[in-house]
């Protein structure tokens, strides 16, 4: 507790965190509601108008500073702290894992059900397929070459004689 002012002292650590935006704001808010107002210089016009340029250019130029200082701080450490460390980590963790893991498991069944499944099926069909069609293509067209080559046929037209 500060003796002077009535107020508690704000403990901010390195990076501020969204607790200490609030506090922050709420120590302004008591700093404005326990200190009184500057005195009245003349006219309550200039006095309106004063305290109007003293919040926006006081806001504006704090505002902006502790932006600018806190998002430069806060988020380049955290995105170059968070990325190293969480990035390195799930990549070497995760692809060791889940790539050994997919590599193996997933060539075992997936390599071993393709290939017995695909070759039983597909050899087998490709075999009757193939060998059904081709070989009757092959003895027809074979068949009416060789016998009418050969002579096969000779027996047919001498007996029609």
């Known amino acids: 507790m500060d003796r ?3 107020l508690k002292k704000a403990h901010f650590s390195s990076v501020p965190t969204r607790m200490s935006l609030f506090t ?3 120590y302004v808010f008591l700093i404005e509601k326990n200190f009184p107002p500057h005195p009245k210089i003349g006219k309550t016009q200039h006095n309106a108008l004063y ?10 130029l704090y505002e902006s ?8 701080l806060y988020e380049s450490r955290w995105k170059t702290q968070h990325n190293a460390l969480y990035e390195s980590r799930w990549k070497t963790q995760h692809n060791a894992l889940y790539e050994s893991r997919w590599k193996t498991q997933h060539n075992a069944l997936y390599e071993s059900r393709w290939k017995t499944q695909h070759n039983a099926l597909y050899e087998s069909r490709w075999k009757t397929q193939h060998n059904a069609l081709y070989e009757s293509r092959w003895k ?5 070459l060789y016998e009418s080559r050969c002579g096969v046929g000779y027996d047919k037209e001498r007996s029609t004689e």
């Open 4 to 6: 002077h002012s009535g």
């Open 24 to 26: 922050c704001k709420k």
């Open 51 to 60: 305290e109007s340029r003293w919040k926006t250019q006081h806001n504006a």
């Open 65 to 72: 500073r502790w932006k600018t200082q806190h998002n430069a």
């Open 140 to 144: 027809t067209q074979h068949n009416a």
